[in-house]
């Protein structure tokens, strides 16, 4: 009797043994922890920006509404850009575009791209389809999403361990300085430095709200030196606004203001938020080291734009990828306002490991973030 009941006890404890396990692995496929993602320590990237991040796949009508913009800002791919890179970097899955995204868990866990070309911080006008609040609202979605799936605890876990990248602000330069007199009105509402302040103020409120929704690592880019940009040289030449190393100064003080006050509060919150870790990643401060010393990183053009027309390539964006440089490699400048995919790659090996730019970003890199 006491073999039988031993015996039945076993198979008993058996089959409990093999319905945890299996229960087990199926949370893990739920979770997305099998596969491509178990080789980061972090849980998945969450993107959201303008055209530093998305190359206007996730932006709708793109095509209809780019104007003199480029109909190809990525030389065809948006693997090509800074946070994709990162990703890469990190053993992470290409981030899925929001809306190619099907809306299954295994998508949104495996990251989402929340990115729109033109993407502004504040809503100026009509054509900036995805601002930051849009972005913000999907993103806030797609954690009470996950939340709902995976149930709060596990949720939040894996949105504590993932990382959010913040890459805003340029477009709101660019409406700024080219767009003054337009029905945007925006030159009228703010002076530069109101704008300026403005435009931090809202990046700021954005992370705490982040924080809020238990988000818990965050990379926020600088503004890149659009001074220096085709389409801003080209709307300046023959001015006589003050020009140095073939660069805008007005338009560089401007966002080099905007870049200081971002960093200067997120130092402020790392301070006052023990558990939070957000970076701050000087863009501006890198690409201006490639434009004042271009032949240590392989770059012979600085000014003029791989793809596009006119003086600079500034005139109109890149409507063809035949049209393009036979060396976008030696270009700094990729269309009106986007780095080349070298120039991006420079960027993120600096954000990454510190190389070939120390302290690009502050106060710690990303490869130290993701095991922070």
Not at 35 to 54: E, K, Q
Not at 78 to 100: R, V
Not at 233 to 252: A, F, I, M, Q, T
Request: charged fraction near 15%.
């Amino acid at each position: 009797m006491a073999m039988r009941k031993w015996g039945v006890v076993g198979l008993s404890f058996l089959i409990f043994l093999m319905i945890t396990v299996r229960h087990g692995h199926d949370a893990a496929m739920e979770m997305g922890l099998s596969g491509d993602l178990t080789t980061s320590p972090s849980a998945a990237m969450y993107v959201l920006g303008d055209s530093s991040v998305d190359c206007g796949d996730n932006t709708p009508f793109y095509v209809l509404s780019h104007r003199n913009l480029s109909m190809f800002p990525c030389n065809g791919s948006d693997a090509t850009l800074l946070p994709q890179i990162l990703a890469k970097k990190m053993g992470l899955p290409k981030t899925t575009p929001f809306f190619s995204q099907n809306g299954s868990i295994h998508t949104i866990l495996g990251g989402v791209n929340f990115g729109s070309a033109e993407a502004t911080i504040l809503y100026p006008s009509s054509r900036s389809y995805q601002s930051l609040n849009e972005q913000l609202r999907q993103a806030f979605e797609t954690i009470q999403l996950l939340q709902l799936r995976l149930g709060e605890e596990t949720a939040n876990n894996f949105i504590e361990s993932s990382i959010f990248y913040l890459s805003f602000g340029k477009d709101d330069f660019i409406d700024y300085f080219l767009n003054n007199s337009s029905s945007s009105g925006i030159g009228l509402k703010y002076s530069a430095q109101n704008l300026s302040h403005i435009l931090v103020h809202q990046m700021t409120n954005a992370v705490r709200n982040l924080y809020d929704n238990n988000v818990r690592k965050i990379v926020c880019a600088g503004v890149l030196p659009l001074g220096c940009a085709p389409r801003i040289l080209l709307k300046n030449d023959g001015s006589s606004d003050s020009v140095s190393k073939g660069c805008l100064d007005e338009v560089n003080m401007l966002v080099l203001e905007y870049n200081t006050r971002l960093e200067e509060n997120i130092v402020a919150i790392n301070a006052e938020l023990a558990d939070v870790h957000i970076i701050f990643c000087d863009v501006y401060r890198a690409m201006m080291e490639f434009i004042n010393n271009p032949m240590g990183y392989g770059i012979e053009d600085v000014q003029n734009a791989c793809c596009g027309q006119g003086k600079y390539g500034g005139e109109s964006g890149c409507l063809s990828t035949e049209t393009a440089c036979n060396e976008a490699s030696t270009h700094v400048w990729w269309d009106l306002y986007n780095p080349t995919p070298a120039v991006n790659s420079l960027l993120a090996g600096s954000a990454w490991s510190g190389r070939p730019l120390s302290s690009i970003c502050r106060p710690i890199t990303v490869q130290q973030l993701i095991s922070s």
